[in-house]
């Protein structure tokens, strides 16, 4: 008799566990505020990424087309996978000495780890985070970028 | 082909046959194969094949400086790829006999049980997904979205951070760091209680857990088994508490034990182990000193020829780093003694003699992750 009533009282055990999990599912689905989503290529216009995230690493210009790198090529060596490629080019100064300027700073999207050593190496702080991620491109010759705008030059006050 | 033809035909029922489960299977939570012997839906044995994902890491550590070292670490546990950071770093300043500020072993520990938090989080949503409750993937995702978050404010990355760095931190904390952490404590003491509404009481799980599985405390220790995994048969095993680093001697928090070592167990460890993360997140993060977020390092770091080791508790047993180091700025030799390679060794152990779908629960209940055991 006792198993009798054991055996009933499992099922009805059963169900009610059953009823407690569909509480839950019950509650959400008729309060759907507390669901949280983004509706993603929709609010691609408002949708803004926090300022530390790394999205890729880029050379911020003033408006003069003037940048900070001098060309070292310390994130090249800090790269840990050869991301970064800095080709240097010898300019002649006006008092006949030959200078290394910076000829093409060349950053492989497509091979970058974002672990952030190239930035956090940098002497002249010429490297930053971009916020951009929508990175996909139909072909790989595209995710090699040159950081360095064409026809932009080092800011005067750090040649000095 | 011979061999194929000669087979007797007429036994098949009686005999033992293989089966590949993965590597392209939902349940082995990436690429895992294991070939698994069946009688009927008996399982008799059992044998991993590991290698799909195997990027030879320790390889490329030989050639990479010590800072670099860290991102490879990210992406072997990636689940729990701050704790996985933790081990190299302190590695180099016990061999560089460096003091880290008091600063930088808070916000260390606030953040490794933060992953620990994350990590387990999304373990409890494939351990659902496992057992055939999808209900319980969305949730989990959901909260662990919300960790997720406070990670990529701060640290601008939502899983491969490469937030620590010999010495210290890449950057400093983001303002609002503090404030959404306990913003994410209060919510998540709410919504844990769904957790244990949605599965753990749940029959059908409760049914096709327990007793399901058993390792014994023995069985754990010779195997090597470590962890949650470990601790539910009783095997006290944390390194946060026998080996203390960061500021875990400083906080209150127990040590969670278990007693069957069944998949129950294992699972409400990992339940439990969520609350204890939250009590030392509470317990540290009024009190993060002030100072510097790194120490004065070397441009170059070349570590004092040697043998080194470390250890840290990851979210899902005990990694240690070896390093063998000749002086040179990249170590002779690294070793990571991963947790899941040696957890998935048991799995041929408790899953003979079961059914192939206790198979997946004791699976998803050892929680591996696999680029941590190809490495």
Not at chain 2, 137 to 158: A, C
Request: net charge neutral; hydrophobic share 35%.
């Amino acid at each position: 008799m006792n198993s009798f009533f054991e055996y009933f009282a499992d099922i009805f055990r059963a169900v009610k566990s059953l009823l407690t999990g569909m509480k839950v599912t019950g509650r959400y689905f008729f309060s759907p505020w507390e669901i949280v989503t983004q509706q993603y290529p929709e609010n691609r216009k408002t949708l803004k990424m926090y300022d530390r995230f790394k999205g890729e690493v880029i050379m911020p210009h003033n408006e003069h087309n003037e940048h900070h790198c001098t060309g070292c090529g310390i994130c090249e060596t800090a790269c840990p996978n050869g991301t970064i490629e800095v080709l240097q080019a010898k300019i002649d100064m006006p008092d006949g000495k030959k200078k290394r300027i910076i000829d093409k700073h060349i950053y492989r999207l497509g091979m970058c780890t974002f672990c952030g050593l190239c930035i956090k190496s940098c002497p002249s702080d010429a490297l930053a985070w971009g916020q951009e991620f929508e990175h996909a491109v139909f072909d790989r010759s595209k995710l090699t970028k040159t950081l360095n705008q064409p026809g932009s030059s080092i800011i005067k006050d750090i040649v000095e | 082909m011979k061999e194929i033809i000669n087979l007797p035909v007429k036994n098949v029922e009686e005999e033992e046959y293989h089966i590949n489960m993965g590597p392209q299977h939902p349940s082995t939570h990436g690429v895992l194969r294991l070939v698994v012997s069946l009688k009927g839906e008996i399982v008799k044995s059992l044998k991993p094949h590991c290698g799909y994902i195997h990027r030879g890491i320790e390889k490329m550590c030989e050639k990479d400086t010590y800072p670099q070292i860290i991102h490879l670490t990210d992406r072997m546990d990636y689940l729990s790829a701050h704790i996985n950071n933790h081990a190299v770093c302190m590695l180099v300043e016990k061999a560089l006999e460096v003091e880290v500020p008091e600063r930088v072993k808070y916000i260390r520990t606030i953040v490794d049980e933060l992953n620990r938090i994350a990590s387990h989080q999304l373990w409890w949503c494939s351990f659902g997904m496992d057992m055939g409750g999808l209900t319980c993937f969305f949730y989990g995702l959901r909260d662990r979205e919300k960790i997720l978050d406070i990670f990529e404010e701060s640290f601008g990355s939502r899983l491969l951070h490469s937030y620590y760095t010999p010495g210290g931190l890449m950057m400093d904390i983001h303002p609002n760091f503090q404030k959404n952490v306990k913003a994410f404590i209060k919510y998540f003491r709410k919504k844990i209680k769904d957790y244990d509404e949605l599965l753990t009481g749940n029959i059908i799980m409760q049914l096709r857990t327990r007793g399901i599985g058993v390792l014994s405390k023995e069985d754990a220790i010779s195997y090597g088994i470590t962890g949650p995994s470990a601790r539910a048969s009783g095997f006290a095993c944390d390194v946060r508490k026998h080996d203390p680093y960061g500021v875990y001697d400083k906080v209150d928090f127990k040590e969670i034990l278990g007693t069957t070592g069944d998949t129950l167990e294992r699972y409400m460890m990992r339940m439990h182990e969520m609350h204890e993360s939250m009590k030392i997140i509470e317990q540290l993060i009024d009190n993060i000193p002030e100072g510097d977020y790194a120490a004065k390092m070397k441009a170059v770091i070349k570590l004092p020829a040697g043998e080194y080791f470390q250890r840290v508790e990851a979210a899902r047993g005990e990694l240690g780093v070896y390093v063998v180091s000749d002086g040179n700025k990249s170590p002779y030799r690294m070793k990571f003694r991963s947790p899941n390679f040696s957890n998935l060794s048991v799995l041929d152990h408790l899953s003979r003699g079961c059914k192939i779908a206790d198979l997946i629960a004791i699976g998803a209940s050892l929680d591996y992750v696999i680029p941590d055991i190809d490495r």
